[in-house]
């Protein structure tokens, strides 16, 4: 019976020894997180004050996402042997230029897709890759400061696709006025004099305006993570018909060595680009399409996959 006794003692013991390590291993651990934290947050202190140093500041971080398929046989589907695939690529760049008395920032952002469907059970469809996704857009700003924040600039923006209509139509940007940039990463661009320059082939409903470009980017990399945000707005003064706006974001996330997922999103208003393409495919109505009735739908695009940062 002693031995008994003396056995659940020291088993007693023993539970609250460990009881007890365990719970200086957790506060030991909430101190190591709590130093962790303050370490990270010198370190991007430090990487602020690095960024705002005069010189180049270069970058760049793309995604490539893939889907393929194959069946046979699979009667559930409406074409039981066919093949898919999905295909898309994006890539960010920025070579920035920060001096004492002016800057200059530059930045190029491609978005392209391809998409297939091959109906096996049919040979005259149509089984090769086509563009689904088309977006290219570059754009320079040089601006002499006038105050650690302010600065009068000129800004040139050019747009268009490089699959199937390369520079048809293409949008130009050429303006000045003030550039404000209240933190680090974030530029704002006020333009009131700029003209909008639109090219394209053949009799279309394009046109060139004069008016206000008004563009917001925000490009930050924190720690494994990139992300990029940009709205251009164009505002014509001749009438809200030429006016446009493009919103596009950009995320990634490192996991290993570089690599990691990618994810992209846009949105784009223009009401020249939804005439021209109700007035090129689709049947002629009664009336015509034009500028007050036609459908001025959202467009979007958005791309998961594996991503790259340099």
């Not at 002016?102 to 469907?117: A, C, D, E, H, Q």
């Not at 390369?166 to 700029?194: C, E, K, M, Q, S």
């Amino acid at each position: 019976m002693k031995k008994i006794v003396l056995a659940f003692i020291v088993l007693m013991t023993i539970q609250v020894g460990s009881a007890q390590t365990l719970e200086e291993l957790k506060a030991e651990k909430s101190i190591k997180t709590d130093s962790i934290a303050a370490i990270q947050g010198r370190v991007n202190d430090i990487q602020a004050k690095i960024k705002a140093l005069p010189g180049w500041k270069k970058g760049a971080f793309g995604t490539i996402g893939a889907s393929l398929s194959g069946f046979n046989n699979w009667y559930a589907k409406g074409a039981p042997n066919s093949s898919a695939g999905n295909i898309g690529v994006t890539v960010n760049a920025f070579a920035n230029l920060n001096q004492e008395k002016f800057f200059w920032r530059n930045s190029l952002n491609v978005n392209l897709g391809w998409v297939k469907i091959d109906d096996k059970d049919i040979d005259t469809d149509d089984d090769s890759f086509r563009s689904s996704t088309d977006v290219f857009t570059i754009t320079s700003l040089y601006g002499q400061k006038l105050s650690e924040n302010f600065a009068i600039s000129t800004l040139g923006e050019y747009k268009t696709t490089i699959i199937d209509n390369f520079n048809d139509p293409g949008y130009l940007d050429l303006g000045v006025g003030a550039t404000w940039t209240p933190i680090t990463d974030l530029v704002v661009v006020i333009h009131p004099l700029n003209y909008n320059f639109v090219f394209s082939s053949g009799d279309t409903v394009f046109e060139s305006s004069l008016g206000a470009k008004i563009v917001a980017d925000y490009t930050r990399q924190l720690g494994k993570v990139n992300f990029k945000t940009n709205l251009s707005m164009f505002q014509s003064y001749k009438s809200s018909d030429y006016s446009n706006w493009t919103w596009t974001n950009s995320f990634g996330y490192t996991l290993w060595k570089g690599i990691g997922l990618g994810f992209e999103f846009g949105l784009r208003d223009n009401k020249q680009e939804a005439l021209n393409y109700a007035i090129n495919n689709m049947a002629v109505t009664d009336p015509e399409p034009n500028f007050s009735n036609v459908d001025n739908d959202l467009q979007t695009y958005w791309l998961f996959g594996l991503n790259y940062s340099f």
